[in-house]
């Protein structure tokens, strides 16, 4: 079993920076960031496999940039030039199986998550 615990969220202006950490109890194959606003489903952000591959949304490409350690264990994901519709709950997703997906399904292992609001 693995714990994932998030932190680093918070309020910010359009237009700034947050950088939210993940830190998870054991190493891991894939990490992956989601996020979930109110009445809408969790939506895949960006994920990070053991490798150092990395994938991301289209609505966060060139803004966001996910990044890990090198057990896997730990995954950052630094987000610039802020928009009030990246206002959301964030979670951290974790999976040890050798396959890294882009939806929630995919993961096993989650953290609580950690809010992120962007105002206009």
């Known amino acids: 079993q693995v714990q994932v615990v998030e932190s680093g969220g918070g309020s910010v202006q359009a237009g700034g920076s947050l950088r939210l950490s993940c830190a998870a109890s054991g190493s891991t194959y894939c990490m992956g960031w989601f996020r979930q606003a109110p009445g809408k489903e969790r939506e895949w952000v960006a994920i990070?496999?053991?490798?150092?591959?990395?994938a991301y949304a289209e609505s966060v490409k060139g803004r966001f940039v996910i990044s890990k350690d090198n057990p896997n264990m730990n995954s950052w994901l630094q987000m610039n030039s802020l928009k009030p519709e990246d206002t959301a709950m964030y979670y951290c997703?974790?999976?040890?199986?050798?396959?890294?997906?882009?939806?929630?399904?995919?993961?096993?292992?989650w953290g609580q998550g950690t809010q992120v609001t962007v105002s206009s």
């Open positions: 997703a974790a999976r040890t199986a050798r396959w890294c997906g882009r939806t929630a399904s995919d993961y096993r292992y």
């Open positions: 990070i496999g053991s490798d150092g591959i990395t």
